[in-house]
C-alpha cells in the first residue's frame, strides 16, 4: 500500500486505524509515525525512514 502511494499535493498519513502509520510527503518522502495520547493530549512520535532496513540473521562463522 505505502509502496505504490504516489506524492501528493498535500502530505497525507496511510493509516490502519491503530496509531502507527506511514506518513507520505508532497516530494515522495516516506516515515513512520505513531499518534499516542500523553496526559490527555495527542502526541506523534517518528521512527525513521520508510520502509525501515531489515536485520539480517547471522547463523555461523
Given at each position: 500500500?505505502?509502496?505504490?502511494?504516489?506524492?501528493?499535493?498535500?502530505?497525507?498519513?496511510?493509516?490502519?486505524?491503530?496509531?502507527?502509520?506511514?506518513?507520505?510527503?508532497?516530494?515522495?518522502?516516506?516515515?513512520?509515525?505513531?499518534?499516542?495520547?500523553d496526559?490527555?493530549?495527542?502526541?506523534?512520535?517518528?521512527?525513521?525512514?520508510?520502509?525501515?532496513?531489515?536485520?539480517?540473521?547471522?547463523?555461523?562463522?
Open positions: 500500500m505505502c509502496r505504490k502511494a504516489p506524492p501528493r499535493e498535500k502530505n497525507c498519513k496511510l493509516t490502519d486505524g491503530r496509531g502507527l502509520h506511514p506518513f507520505v510527503q508532497t516530494n515522495g518522502s516516506r516515515y513512520w509515525r505513531v499518534n499516542y495520547r496526559g490527555g493530549r495527542q502526541r506523534t512520535a517518528s521512527f525513521g525512514v520508510y520502509p525501515l532496513p531489515q536485520r539480517r540473521l547471522h547463523s555461523g562463522p
